[in-house]
């Protein structure tokens, strides 16, 4: 359906394709699909970090032009760029533009980058006689070719220089399983219905004011396309179920169980779901387990059947199915959690809500408390997370719990005072708002070592390099202590976030690129409590 919509408005419109960017994968995807579909192929703008030899000259003549990733104040380079661009738009060529610029190492999508967007939009509205138009496009993996590389910068690991010689080490990755790729177009956005949302006339673009809040406008609302059209794939699913998981070990049965429940959320949801995993709402229990053997074959999970011997087990090691207990190995959560993530935004307001529920005392709360409770979750995770656009925390919080009433994990009564309901689909309430709770606490489980880790800064300021790679020591030996469970928690980027959010909160500042504690926190009792504050949302209230 999307492609046949670009077919229909690339006659009288140029067409700026804005995909997500999860894997180097992602330009070749959208040029085979657009040659498979005798579409025009796209123009890519992409980093000069790719235009090495042999790389370089293939990708050029695949469409590629390539740019710096910072201009650096120079005038004339960006000059050039943007004539460039212009001349592009204005003969009509389809452009490709990945609006989040670097590759994303979580698998979340991050916050769009105006920059070379700017230029385009500014080319759009130079371009008098034709409609540009911005398609929004999440291209969804299993599984990420870089997956094992970007569990290594995670947790601390410097990038990897693109080079030939990387790429010959790279050769390797073709022997290895990585599910299915699964493309979604998102609504087409225009100038003119952008100025129609801001309830601005296009003249007023000419205003630097007005064109950056089209700008800014048009960047968010891209980003928030991808996630609403990103599909969930078996491997997603299954990576989700595993790494939410409390105990040791899950067995075929649960996974499956599980699986199948989180998919009707998902499908009430409104989410797009792969058609290998479901058809009518119906979960394909074959799909979980080929995930399952995905993940078995990249070593990102471990099965065990009870009961066999050393040797048989070790023979039955590639055999998921009835009667498996699967396991995921401590170290390998970091590479699986890039898969988690990709549909970890289709839960993130439930579980935040969850727990707000949930903390103690618990449920049988006032309305107003929980709904408090849930806007100071919401700001201090709004860099981390992607909520409902155009509604403000209270109104999200109405909404969520409009939905959690009804489906059967809240009651609301007429004193204005929220509990837990009655269950669905074979799990009580708490079952459910703790599933969702648990979704997500290793974003919690960051934020509390990024907190721990603001300790380094009481002897002083530090450059962020500095503060993260302490910050991440610290979070090891908070995991080894068993402070902490989840070890995917200790991550490059969570902490960087934690940063950002502790900045907002007023705990620190940032002065001539070096980290300080504010004067109102800068003192050995003060850092503690701001640790405290977030491990409360740990602590759920018992059954």
């Given at each position: 359906e999307g492609i046949e919509v670009i077919r229909e408005r690339s006659k009288e419109s140029t067409i700026v394709l804005l995909p997500s960017h999860k894997s180097h994968v992602d330009y070749l995807v959208l040029s085979y699909v657009f040659n498979y579909e005798n579409l025009s192929l796209p123009l890519i703008?992409?980093?000069?970090?790719?235009?090495?030899?042999?790389?370089?000259?293939?990708?050029?003549?695949?469409?590629?032009?390539?740019?710096?990733?910072?201009?650096?104040?120079?005038?004339?380079?960006?000059?050039?760029?943007?004539?460039?661009?212009?001349?592009?738009?204005?003969?009509?060529?389809?452009?490709?533009?990945?609006?989040?610029?670097?590759?994303?190492?979580?698998?979340?999508?991050?916050?769009?980058?105006?920059?070379?967007?700017?230029?385009?939009?500014?080319?759009?509205?130079?371009?008098?006689?034709?409609?540009?138009?911005?398609?929004?496009?999440?291209?969804?993996y299993e599984r990420i070719v870089e997956s094992g590389a970007y569990g290594r910068e995670l947790i601390g690991g410097e990038k990897e220089k693109e080079d030939a010689a990387g790429l010959m080490r790279s050769a390797n990755v073709l022997r290895?399983?990585?599910?299915?790729?699964?493309?979604?177009?998102?609504?087409?956005?225009?100038?003119?219905?952008?100025?129609?949302?801001?309830?601005?006339?296009?003249?007023?673009?000419?205003?630097?004011?007005?064109?950056?809040?089209?700008?800014?406008?048009?960047?968010?609302?891209?980003?928030?396309?991808?996630?609403?059209?990103?599909?969930?794939?078996?491997?997603?699913?299954?990576?989700?179920?595993?790494?939410?998981?409390?105990?040791?070990?899950?067995?075929?049965?649960?996974?499956?169980?599980?699986?199948?429940?989180?998919?009707?959320?998902?499908?009430?949801?409104?989410?797009?779901?792969?058609?290998?995993?479901?058809?009518?709402?119906?979960?394909?229990?074959?799909?979980?387990?080929?995930?399952?053997?995905?993940?078995?074959?990249?070593?990102?999970?471990?099965?065990?059947?009870?009961?066999?011997?050393?040797?048989?087990?070790?023979?039955?090691?590639?055999?998921?199915?009835?009667?498996?207990?699967?396991?995921?190995?401590?170290?390998?959560?970091?590479?699986?959690?890039?898969?988690?993530?990709?549909?970890?935004?289709?839960?993130?307001?439930?579980?935040?809500?969850?727990?707000?529920?949930?903390?103690?005392?618990?449920?049988?709360?006032?309305?107003?408390?929980?709904?408090?409770?849930?806007?100071?979750?919401?700001?201090?995770?709004?860099?981390?997370?992607?909520?409902t656009p155009d509604k403000d925390y209270a109104e999200l919080f109405n909404d969520l719990l409009t939905t959690l009433t009804r489906d059967g994990d809240a009651e609301v009564s007429p004193g204005g005072r929220v509990d837990v309901g009655g269950g669905h689909d074979g799990y009580s309430a708490s079952v459910w708002l703790r599933t969702y709770a648990a979704i997500v606490r290793n974003f919690i489980e960051g934020y509390r070592i990024a907190a721990r880790g603001l300790t380094a800064l009481l002897r002083g300021p530090l450059s962020e390099k500095d503060l993260l790679k302490r910050t991440l020591t610290i979070g090891h030996r908070m995991y080894l202590a068993g402070e902490i469970q989840r070890h995917e928690a200790i991550s490059k980027p969570i902490l960087h976030n934690a940063l950002l959010a502790f900045k907002d909160e007023g705990y620190v500042q940032q002065r001539e690129g070096k980290y300080q504690l504010t004067a109102s926190f800068d003192s050995a009792d003060a850092v503690p409590a701001i640790e405290a504050r977030i491990a409360g949302y740990l602590e759920l209230a018992p059954e």
């Open positions: 703008a992409a980093g000069d970090n790719l235009s090495f030899f042999p790389l370089g000259p293939f990708l050029r003549r695949m469409g590629a032009f390539f740019i710096r990733r910072q201009f650096g104040g120079d005038r004339l380079y960006g000059a050039t760029v943007e004539a460039y661009v212009r001349r592009l738009i204005r003969d009509g060529h389809t452009l490709e533009v990945f609006i989040e610029g670097g590759r994303s190492r979580t698998g979340k999508a991050l916050r769009p980058q105006l920059g070379l967007l700017g230029m385009v939009l500014d080319a759009a509205l130079a371009v008098q006689n034709r409609e540009v138009l911005f398609v929004p496009i999440s291209i969804g290895n399983r990585y599910g299915r790729i699964n493309m979604q177009f998102g609504k087409p956005l225009s100038v003119d219905d952008l100025c129609a949302e801001l309830s601005l006339p296009r003249s007023a673009l000419t205003l630097p004011a007005k064109r950056r809040a089209v700008l800014t406008r048009l960047g968010n609302r891209a980003i928030d396309e991808v996630n609403r059209v990103t599909a969930v794939t078996p491997g997603a699913l299954v990576a989700l179920v595993l790494l939410s998981d409390e105990r040791r070990t899950i067995s075929h049965e649960e996974l499956v169980f599980r699986c199948q429940r989180l998919l009707r959320v998902l499908t009430s949801a409104q989410a797009r779901i792969a058609p290998q995993i479901a058809q009518d709402g119906v979960l394909n229990e074959a799909a979980v387990t080929q995930a399952a053997q995905m993940f078995m074959d990249a070593e990102l999970l471990e099965t065990h059947h009870p009961g066999d011997f050393p040797s048989d087990q070790d023979r039955r090691l590639s055999r998921p199915g009835i009667g498996a207990m699967y396991r995921v190995p401590e170290r390998k959560r970091i590479e699986l959690d890039v898969s988690k993530n990709l549909i970890v935004h289709f839960f993130a307001e439930r579980a935040l809500a969850s727990i707000a529920l949930l903390m103690p005392p618990g449920p049988d709360l006032p309305i107003a408390v929980a709904r408090d409770r849930f806007c100071k979750l919401a700001e201090l995770f709004k860099h981390e997370f992607r909520y």
